[in-house]
């Protein structure tokens, strides 16, 4: 048999705006008004993105509940020669969210992948940070239980390049006082609604973040937190061990705490003095 001539389809990766619906490139407007399908995150915010710019190409959804059931109907129309763009929630598909396991089936499958770049949440919050941008590194959403996002934390602690998270309103609080206690006190810059219209940056230590920030907090957050400087910081139990030492010796539990992190750079004072309290309970 000879070779089939049947035209293959496509997929674009279409970058979207994070907040303001300007933040969109003319070549992903005009690929979304030109190909056969939109698989959409979220579609009711994509038709809002359609109605701001005049787009009426048909849509369906593909989220991470339904990715291989949608994936599959997806690779059938791109089977078909037809043209399928790919849109996330917000920002560039494939980063936290379900666009990875399509692009792989595509690629499998022999189809042609294109991105068109855009947004970022996580790069926006990285450049307004502050914080060095030479090396950094981009870890996602952490873990929703505590026990884990502390070993996640954990993970990185020692790592030099500023470290890049997203995180929702409703476990940040949480998040922050994990970064401070694990990490230590670091420079950092909490990005909150980034590119709309109540859109806020708060720059400083973590404990001076944390207690910047109101609650309930709402919308969407990027944490940048400064990288390790590569100082011998003492583990937890070494830490709570010197403040026991200096206590034996006849120091205020205070005094102790201070003298401990006065040398270990980057120890979180609070997080210390309540395992020292608790020490004693």
């Known amino acids: ?4 001539n049947r035209r293959r389809g496509i997929l674009y990766l279409c970058a979207t705006p994070i907040g303001n619906l300007q933040d969109v490139t003319l070549r992903v407007l005009e690929t979304l008004r030109e190909v ?3 698989a959409a995150e979220d579609t009711r915010r994509t038709r809002r993105l359609f109605a701001r710019h005049g787009i009426h190409s048909p849509m369906i959804s593909y989220r991470e509940e339904n990715r291989e059931k949608a994936g ?6 791109i089977e078909k020669g037809e043209s399928v763009a790919l ?10 969210d379900p666009g990875y396991h399509l692009v792989k089936m595509c690629l499998d499958h022999g189809v042609e992948v294109q991105a068109l770049p855009g947004p970022n949440a996580a790069l926006t919050a990285l450049v307004v940070s502050g914080l060095t941008t030479r090396r950094f590194a981009f870890e996602g959403f952490l873990p929703r239980k505590k026990g884990a996002r502390r070993k996640a934390l954990e993970d990185v602690a020692a790592d030099r390049r500023t470290l890049v998270f997203y995180e929702s309103p409703a476990r940040v609080t949480d998040t922050l006082a994990d970064i401070e206690e694990v990490l230590g006190d670091r420079s950092m810059a909490l990005a909150r609604e980034l590119t709309k219209r109540f859109e806020q940056v708060i720059r400083g230590r973590v404990s001076e973040v944390r207690e910047k920030l109101q609650v309930p907090v709402r919308g969407e957050l990027v944490l940048v937190v400064e ?12 830490a709570l061990e010197s403040v026991q030492r200096l206590r034996a010796r006849g120091l205020s539990l205070k005094d102790a705490v201070d003298r401990v992190v006065s040398d270990a750079p980057g120890l979180s004072r609070r997080g210390l ?9």
Do not use: C, F, H, T
């Not at 599959?72 to 129309?77: C, L, S, V, Y």
């Not at 990288?227 to 070494?238: A, H, I, P, T």
């Not at 003095?273 to 309970?281: F, I, L, M, W």
């Open 273 to 281: 003095y309540n395992q020292a309290v608790k020490s004693q309970e």
């Open 36 to 38: 056969d399908l939109v």
């Open 72 to 77: 599959a109907k997806i690779m059938e129309r």
């Open 87 to 96: 849109v996330s929630d917000a920002g560039v598909p494939g980063i936290s």
């Open 1 to 4: 048999m000879g070779r089939s």
């Open 227 to 238: 990288g390790s400087s590569g100082e011998q910081v003492l583990s937890e139990r070494e």
